[in-house]
């Protein structure tokens, strides 16, 4: 199928986003990379009017330094992080995470903040974002509010981005150079959406610890026990803990991708153990 005719405007700046957006008639949408909303226009699920491109407006392909943080303009490629092309507030967790999305061409044109607002429960960003304790800065040309990653997404496919807003950066809190972290994903294939994902940081300089389970169908979550045990005394005493957090939230899923969750949280916290050793 071919998408239904609209338009399309290649924004230069944030006000021109702002103003399209604010339009009063029709189905006015933002696009990044269109990996994810191309397909969706291919099979008409989505009948825009006007499809507002951001990736040509300068602020949103832009890094901050804040000194404790860096934040990352929405627009910044998967092959930006991937190449090293900006700093890494994760010390490498992010280039890791980015240089196993999809191939190089969907990395090429697909974009953090288009993953993070698409939401797909599957997708690697937010549950590295989880993991890093990211904060979501949205705007909607007039006020900008902060949101943490943690409840941004609110199930599959549904986030806290109300119409006329946009996903401006991601503020990703700096870890220090001590920090170590591990990332599993569970795919069928290289490089395809996850079945399960296993995201662990670990940075006692900063007196800081989180483990995320994702791709389960819905936001990710943080294994707040086997966290605070990482931290205090370590992966033998974060793994058992780990599980059976897995197991007593999960419950209501299948065993087998039970299997799958507790596989890739297990995975994680082994190569973690590995990089203290
Ligand atoms: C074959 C294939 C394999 C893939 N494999 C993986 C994978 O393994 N892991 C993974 O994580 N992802 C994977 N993806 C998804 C890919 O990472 C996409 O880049 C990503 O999901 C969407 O980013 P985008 O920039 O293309 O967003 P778009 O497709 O342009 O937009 C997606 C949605 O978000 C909205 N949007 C975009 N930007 C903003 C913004 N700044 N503010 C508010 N709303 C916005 C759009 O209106 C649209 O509704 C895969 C995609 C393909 C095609």
Redesign the pocket.
């Known amino acids: 199928m071919k998408p239904v005719a609209y338009e399309y405007l290649r924004a230069a700046e944030l006000a021109e986003i702002y103003t399209a957006l604010h339009q009063d008639e029709g189905d006015i ?11 969706m226009l291919n099979l008409r699920l989505s009948r825009p009017s006007l499809l507002v491109d ?1 990736r040509h407006v300068p602020a949103l392909r832009a890094v901050q330094d804040h000194g404790d943080a860096y934040s990352y303009g ?2 910044i490629t ?1 092959a930006t992080f991937e190449d090293g092309l900006v700093p890494d507030a994760g010390n490498g967790l992010m280039r890791h995470v980015a240089g196993g ?2 191939y190089r061409p ?1 990395r090429n ?3 953090i ?3 993070v ?2 939401a ?1 429960p599957a ?3 937010i549950s590295t974002l989880l993991c890093l304790d990211a904060r979501l800065q949205i705007g909607n040309g007039k006020t900008q509010r902060l949101l943490p990653v943690d409840g941004f997404m609110l199930g599959g496919f549904t986030t806290q ?1 109300e119409a006329g807003e ?3 950066r991601i503020v990703v809190p700096k870890v220090s150079a001590q920090a170590r972290w591990s990332y599993h994903k569970i ?1 069928r294939k290289t ?4 079945k399960a994902i296993g995201a662990v940081m670990l940075d006692a300089g900063r007196g800081y610890a989180r483990i995320v389970c994702g791709a389960i169908e819905t936001t990710p979550i943080v294994l707040e026990e086997a966290s605070a045990l990482l931290l205090k005394q370590g992966v033998a005493a974060a793994l058992p803990a780990a599980l059976a957090e897995i197991d007593q939230r999960l419950a209501a899923r299948p065993e087998l991708a039970r299997q799958m969750y507790r596989t890739a949280v297990k995975r994680a916290l082994a190569g973690l153990e590995g990089k203290l050793a």
């Open positions: 949408r933002p696009v990044s990379g269109a990996q994810s909303l191309g397909p951001l929405a627009a998967h999305i999809a969907v044109r697909g974009t903040g288009g993953s607002a698409h797909d997708a690697d960003w981005l946009l996903l401006e795919c490089g395809e959406f996850a």
